[in-house]
């Protein structure tokens, strides 16, 4: 199939880009890699009777290191992002997890705010935004600029809270730092398929105790959950092979997951505590 018929606008500027998503609303769709959208279009699951062309926005594609984070404009490449020696160094589960985006090709043209405003289940940037307690900023011509958090951002499986006219602009990624430490899991049917289960945990520890963590998990959710529960359960202890198991336990009873032609339920509940564990003892083997 080809897409329905669609007009095709290039603003130079985030503010005639902004203008067209007012005046057009939700039958806008803005344009960025590409990656997720095309398909799309091709097979007509989205049929925008405007299309808003961000390339020419070249202040969108930068990424920057701040203080306490590295803040990533909307339209930088996500083969950018995983080279970053920033990203490397400061945020290294964020490099780690970078190769089980799609592919080396589609990484070359998809976006980080791309994969974060189509906001798919299966995606691991918009996992690793919301484990680390990242936030992403957006704009209006009528509103302005205000900034949300990963995990209100998210809200389900293609759905953000942006409103229409909307425009995700960046995003704030973190850094890992006072005594944090972070890995990512995931375990697809081929490298580069959608994951049938993704983890990434963080813990902060200090003198051999754990003093706080975060355990998120997607792909058999229907957007990024922080497991309270699981991750409560490793503060104010110490690391060991024992704790990690119960986490992943925690975890396996925490999610509830659907049946498909991929995996059962029960596979993916399965899955997602042996993920969780794996992370968890990366973790605490890091900190040895």
């Known amino acids: 199939m080809k897409p329905a018929a669609f007009v095709y606008e290039a ?58 984070h590295i803040h990533v404009g909307a339209t930088a490449r996500q083969a950018d992002f995983e080279a970053s020696s920033a990203v490397r160094t400061q945020i290294p589960v964020a490099a780690a997890a970078m190769p089980y985006v799609g592919h080396f090709v589609t990484r070359n043209r998809g976006t980080v705010g791309g994969s974060l405003a189509h906001a798919d289940a299966r995606g691991e940037l918009p996992l690793l935004l919301a484990a680390l307690g990242g936030s992403a900023v957006v704009a209006s011509r009528e509103r302005g600029e205000r900034n949300i958090r990963a995990e ?113 339920a029960a596979y993916r509940r399965n899955l997602t505590g042996v993920l969780v564990e794996r992370a968890c003892s990366a973790i605490f083997g890091a900190t040895r």
């Open 152 to 264: 209100e951002l998210f809200v389900t499986h293609f759905t953000t809270s942006l409103e229409s006219d909307e425009l995700l602009v960046s995003s704030s990624w973190p850094t890992e730092t006072d005594g944090w430490r972070f890995a990512f899991e995931e375990f697809a049917q081929r490298h580069g398929d959608y994951a049938l289960g993704m983890v990434c945990a963080g813990a902060q520890i200090e003198n051999g105790k754990i003093r706080e963590a975060r355990i998120a998990v997607s792909a058999v959710t229907d957007h990024p959950v922080c497991l309270g529960e699981a991750g409560e359960l490793l503060v104010d202890q110490s690391p060991s092979p024992e704790l990690a198991r119960a986490a992943g336990a925690m975890a396996r009873s925490a999610v509830d997951p659907h049946d498909d032609m991929h995996a059962s």
């Open 11 to 68: 603003p130079e500027s985030l503010e005639e880009a902004l203008e067209l998503l007012a005046e057009h609303g939700a039958d806008a769709k803005p344009l960025a890699g590409g990656q997720s959208l095309m398909p799309l279009l091709n097979m007509r699951f989205a049929q925008p009777t405007v299309l808003v062309d961000l390339n020419r926005l070249r202040a969108l594609g930068s990424i920057t290191p701040q203080s306490s």
